[in-house]
């Protein structure tokens, strides 16, 4: 059984969430990133110390968008990711890789400094570029949410999970204000059964719920 080191909203909800529409098992081993001190076990399986990790067979991996591309290549095919000779597959892999590093990895930073960093430190240079580089980005899914209700066209993808996630991470911890054609997306996604089924289990995990 693939073991999943996350829990609660953290980015593993992508892996669980895309486990979950692919119906393969999983187990969470929740990780609480703000209790502080050493969680061992985690900590010989990933010495960086960041969720999510999973762990299956042999295999120990981290970062949220290859343990996707790993999951769909290793248990797919699945049509969660289109055929790279589809027509949809270009789009496809854009927005999954968007999702994080144009987006989430931005809103992360700007998230942090609103709810950690010391209070003159809030409205700092970096922060504010942080933002700029995620609102950039948010454009280009503005723009293609205009054309298809999915990312990567008429049809839900991972890719909509890598930037689904993203959008909601903004919300909930960036302070983003999204627009109504970005909310009624967040909206259709999260929808979704799997995806209720993995928050409800990842919050569970934290004790949550
Ligand atoms: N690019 C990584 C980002 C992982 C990441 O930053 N995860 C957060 C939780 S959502 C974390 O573990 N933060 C604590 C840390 O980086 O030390 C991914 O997509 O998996």
Do not use: C
């Not at 098992?25 to 010989?44: C, I, K, N, Q, S």
């Not at 789009?91 to 709810?115: K, N």
């Not at 204000?177 to 928050?199: I, P, Q, S």
């Amino acid at each position: 059984m693939i073991r999943v080191f996350g829990g609660g909203t953290s980015r593993s909800l992508r892996v669980t969430w895309l486990m979950e529409e692919m119906g393969l098992p999983y187990r969470l081993r929740p990780v609480d990133l703000l209790a502080g001190g050493g969680d061992a076990e985690f900590l010989a399986v990933n010495p960086a110390g960041f969720i999510p990790v999973i762990q299956d067979g042999d295999v120990t991996m981290a970062e949220s968008i290859a343990i996707m591309e790993y999951l769909i290549a290793r248990y797919g095919p699945t049509p969660l990711a289109p055929d790279p000779r589809d027509p949809a597959f270009p789009l496809y892999q854009q927005f999954l890789h968007l999702g994080e590093a144009g987006l989430a990895a931005s809103i992360y930073f700007v998230g942090g400094s609103r709810h950690f960093a010391p209070e003159s430190q809030r409205g700092n240079w970096t922060a504010g570029q942080a933002l700029g580089v995620f609102n950039s980005r948010l454009g280009l899914v503005t723009r293609q949410l205009a054309r298809t209700p999915y990312v990567a066209g008429e049809k839900f993808t991972a890719a909509d999970i890598s930037v689904a996630y993203a959008l909601d991470l903004a919300q909930r911890f960036g302070g983003v204000v999204l627009g109504e054609v970005e909310r009624a997306y967040l909206a259709r996604a999260n929808g979704r059964d799997a995806y209720k089924r993995a928050l409800a289990t990842s919050q569970a995990a934290m004790g949550l719920r």
